[in-house]
């Protein structure tokens, strides 16, 4: 939002923060902007929102500046080295874990409607047309978008893995599990795999985020060996109409 070598009080930040808000107010006279679900559960009653780093003062101060407000909902940021094998645990003899087809679309997509069902407010926008687009993507890897697959050839939890080659780091965005699979260790599985398949990439970092009320997520993460290294926490701000 800020450069660093910029004031605490930037010119551009504060461009950039006036604009989102004249945004944000234009979308809610319209009725065309809604609270999603993830937000509803922080508390939040506004759909302004900013995020900044606990050890970033730069934008802390930009933010307070502007009006905005720190609240107890964050972001939890994860790393874990991959410099060290990674092993899967035994799989039941009815999975298989493999990436994704040109000949899967539509069922990789109503995997993400579903995992993703019980956080917005409404169904995901995502479709087999954006999907196919995403998939046209020059930083997109087709092996690094990992499923987990029965006998039925149902898909019942994925992760998506975005390589920084520059420096060595993998990013997921993002993990999900059938609401109906759940508990049965099954996103752990596809995010190890994941993780193998970076590292034989060359990366030396694994990185996650996922919000605080996500409960299942803040276990899970822990459970394939990442650790917390640094929280985002949300500030808002009133809009008025």
């Given at each position: 939002m800020s450069a660093p070598a910029c004031p605490l009080h930037d010119s551009i930040g504060g461009e950039i923060l006036t604009w989102a808000e004249s945004r944000g107010r234009d979308l809610a006279r319209a009725g065309k902007q809604s609270?999603?679900?993830?937000?509803?559960?922080?508390?939040?009653?506004?759909?302004?929102?900013?995020?900044?780093?606990?050890?970033?003062?730069?934008r802390i101060s930009l933010l307070e500046h502007h009006g905005f407000r720190r609240t107890d909902g964050f972001n939890v940021l994860y790393s874990r080295s991959l410099k060290d094998s990674i092993s899967l645990p035994k799989l039941d003899p009815s999975l298989r874990l493999r990436h994704v087809t040109d000949a899967d679309l539509e069922e990789r997509i109503d995997l993400h409607r579903d995992a993703w069902s019980v956080w917005g407010s409404g169904p995901s926008s995502r479709t087999v047309e954006n999907y196919r687009s995403?998939?046209?993507?020059?930083?997109?890897?087709?092996?690094?978008?990992?499923?987990?697959?029965?006998?039925?050839?149902?898909?019942?939890?994925?992760?998506?893995?975005?390589?920084?080659?520059?420096?060595?780091?993998?990013?997921?965005?993002?993990?999900?599990?059938?609401?109906?699979?759940?508990?049965?260790?099954?996103?752990?599985?596809?995010?190890?795999?994941?993780?193998?398949?970076?590292?034989?990439?060359?990366?030396?970092?694994?990185?996650?985020?996922?919000?605080?009320?996500?409960?299942?997520?803040?276990?899970?993460?822990?459970?394939?060996?990442?650790?917390?290294?640094?929280?985002?926490?949300h500030y808002v701000k009133g809009v008025a109409l």
């Open positions: 609270m999603p679900k993830a937000l509803a559960m922080l508390g939040h009653d506004t759909v302004c929102l900013a995020t900044a780093l606990e050890s970033d003062a730069q995403l998939r046209n993507a020059p930083i997109y890897d087709p092996e690094l978008d990992v499923v987990l697959e029965d006998t039925g050839d149902i898909f019942l939890a994925y992760c998506i893995g975005w390589l920084d080659l520059a420096n060595g780091f993998g990013h997921f965005e993002p993990v999900g599990c059938r609401p109906n699979f759940t508990r049965r260790g099954y996103a752990r599985v596809v995010t190890l795999e994941g993780m193998r398949r970076m590292r034989k990439r060359g990366m030396h970092t694994a990185l996650v985020a996922t919000a605080s009320v996500n409960e299942r997520a803040r276990v899970l993460y822990p459970s394939c060996g990442f650790v917390e290294v640094e929280r985002a926490y």
